[in-house]
Nanobody, 124 residues
């Protein structure tokens, strides 16, 4: 089992920045592919970004490319999402997710461990 706990959400003005964190426990962190997803009110959950087990590869949704950066610190069992140039369309609950190795980083399915989410609200 993998336990994931997100933090760092909050209220920010359009154009601002936030950094989300996810603390992982329960499994060897470096053997997990990690990702961020988000779910806006009335919408389905959507993929945001993913990172390979040692951080050498990343994948981003087109809507956040250039503005968001996913990173990880395997020594600290931590995942991060740096979000810049935020706009109201980024308002959502952001979830940290994990899955075992073996699938392409560009496959956004198969994540079987999820955090409880952290709210990000961007005001205009």
């Amino acid at each position: 089992q993998v336990q994931l706990v997100e933090s760092g959400g909050g209220l920010v003005q359009a154009g601002g920045s936030l950094r989300l964190s996810c603390a992982a426990s329960g499994r060897t962190f470096s053997r997990l592919t990690m990702a961020w997803f988000r779910q806006a009110p009335g919408k389905e959950r959507e993929f945001v970004a993913a990172i390979s087990s040692f951080g050498s590869s990343t994948n981003y949704a087109d809507s956040v490319k250039v503005r968001f950066t996913i990173s990880r610190d395997n020594a600290r069992n931590a995942l991060y999402l740096q979000m810049n140039s935020l706009n109201p369309e980024d308002t959502a609950v952001y979830y940290c997710a994990a899955r075992d190795l073996g699938r392409s980083l560009f496959d956004d399915k198969g994540y079987n461990y999820w955090g409880q989410g952290t709210q990000v609200t961007v005001s205009s």
